[in-house]
């Protein structure tokens, strides 16, 4: 029998109004924040548990951003490029294919940027393009946060910065949210806004509404594990690279090892430095808002890594000999838990057969091989919950279905759909409408403004129309037989079977 403990009603203090209140400084809220600055918003509140901007990305070590161009097009900017443009200007802080060079072909310059993974095109399924160049970044965590702070302090005159606080419980009249309970040091506390934006990436603020929303992932993908990355110091990541090459039985024979050690799949990857290498870890079946699952991550990675480290360095010693444990991560790895049902449902279907969407706010290549990674239109419905006003949710838990949701919350995607929240905040405050009669063209125009690629915009169609061309050359990437086999499936039996969504 469950107990329960009746906590007594008390007056809560407003701590603050503003125009708009973005819950969580992750990829997403920290875009939608600037987004919204710069799109003319100038009474805005970031909250964020942490001391440090970035979530995922500076927190959970994700230092990789992937597939951030298709051919020779940089289909994934904005904000997004805007990080690695401006970390450009610090030695060592990111190693990436240049702007310059997506697309190259050239079998020379190609071959040593095969070592580092998705920097050149995925292949080895049929209807692949030839090998090229991609725009995939790795950067150096710390030097990210330094300037996600900057990016904040440019606009402090707008943006107000709350670390230490953590969203807990949205304050709802009717259907319409009106502000957020918080929790920090200085105890239980609330902010009102005209706007708010949930980037807490697991529906925190969502998921107490009336919002529909579902729980987890489908079981086969990527999205359904957590992890811990941590770091391993004085590597040579050209050597490990080349002896994977010249021994791929030992390679697969350390794979599995290196599973057998930790007891869960663990991989080193590469980094922003040739000496340095991260390790990155999936822990099956795991859902990142259950404490026990989020505990047994964390310790069960941290009691592992002497073990694999050590394993490292006697079965490559070329690459690994005087390796040493850099850094851990200072938050949890995670992937996916709940997932909007929002008033559109990104699914396969979005990449097979190339939907368009009157609404859309962003257009990103991704790592979804069955359009060969090309781009895919994100709506602004996809970030819009039913039943709920005022509400945006951009990021990792926005809508998308069990199989789509693996492609789509990645760090690029939760960046993309954080700028567009923010835009279209400040577009709805400006002109006095709700979230959900936001004038979208506008919203569209800043965004390009913001030096976001767009399909079907006049803004942007006048300014580069190379984009447009690129994927009318290119079929949209529907070349591939994966996209083949889509379209045969939906015309013989009027869906896609989930064998092939699994793909």
């Not at 001391?51 to 990789?64: C, E, F, L, N, Q």
């Not at 190259?104 to 920097?119: F, N």
Request: hydrophobic letters at 40%; a negative charge.
């Amino acid at each position: 029998m469950s107990k329960f403990y009746q906590e007594p009603s008390q007056n809560i203090s407003i701590q603050a109004e503003c125009d708009i209140l973005v819950v969580g400084g992750g990829a997403a809220g920290h875009s939608a924040a600037v987004a919204a600055a710069r799109a003319g918003a100038k009474n805005i509140i970031l909250l964020e548990r942490y001391g440090y901007m970035g979530g995922d990305v500076t927190g959970g070590y994700v230092i990789m951003v992937p597939n951030l161009s298709w051919y020779n097009k940089s289909f994934v900017r904005g904000l997004q490029e805007e990080w690695f443009s401006r970390m450009d200007k610090i030695p060592g802080a990111v190693r990436a294919p240049s702007l310059d060079k997506i697309g190259c072909e050239d079998p020379a310059l190609v071959y040593p940027w095969r070592a580092i993974h998705d920097c050149v095109s995925r292949g080895g399924y049929d209807g692949c393009k030839p090998s090229c160049l991609v725009r995939a970044v790795y950067f150096e965590p710390n030097q990210l946060k330094i300037e996600l702070d900057k990016m904040l302090l440019e606009h402090k005159d707008a943006i107000q910065v709350m670390c230490h606080s953590w969203g807990t419980k949205p304050i709802m009249e009717g259907n319409t949210i009106k502000g957020v309970i918080y929790e920090s040091k200085e105890g239980r506390k609330a902010i009102l806004a005209k706007m708010v934006i949930d980037a807490t990436g697991d529906g925190d603020l969502y998921s107490q509404t009336e919002a529909p929303f579902e729980s987890m992932a489908d079981k086969v993908t990527r999205a359904n594990t957590t992890a811990l990355v941590w770091r391993i110091g004085n590597i040579n990541w050209d050597a490990y690279y080349e002896w994977q090459q010249l021994h791929p039985n030992e390679m697969a024979a350390l794979r599995e090892g290196l599973q057998k050690v930790a007891g869960f799949r663990c991989l080193p990857l590469p980094g922003n430095q040739n000496d340095m290498c991260w390790v990155n870890n999936w822990h099956p079946n795991r859902d990142c808002t259950c404490v026990k699952d989020q505990t047994e991550t964390e310790m069960n990675t941290r009691n592992t890594m002497r073990e694999v480290l050590g394993y490292l360095q006697e079965a490559v010693p070329i690459a690994f000999r005087n390796a040493y444990l850099y850094d851990i991560a200072p938050q949890l790895g995670t992937r996916c838990s709940r997932r909007l049902v929002g008033e559109y449902v990104m699914t396969t279907n979005d990449f097979a057969f190339a939907k368009q969407h009157d609404d859309v706010v962003a257009w990103h290549s991704t790592i979804c091989q069955v359009n060969d990674c090309g781009p895919v239109e994100i709506p602004y419905r996809s970030i819009l919950p039913q039943r709920i006003e005022n509400l945006l949710c951009p990021g990792r838990h926005f809508s998308a279905d069990g199989i789509a949701i693996d492609w789509l919350n990645l760090i690029p995607q939760c960046v993309g759909m954080g700028q567009a929240a923010g835009v279209a905040a400040a577009a709805a405050v400006s002109d006095g409408t709700t979230a959900h009669t936001v004038n979208i063209r506008k919203v569209q125009d800043i965004l390009v403004d913001q030096d976001v690629p767009l399909p079907r915009n006049a803004k942007f169609e006048a300014k580069d129309p190379s984009y447009r061309e690129c994927v009318e050359e290119h079929q949209y990437g529907l070349y591939t037989d994966k996209a083949r086999l889509a379209k045969e499936q939906v015309e013989k039996a009027g869906e896609l079977n989930l064998d092939f969504q699994k793909w």
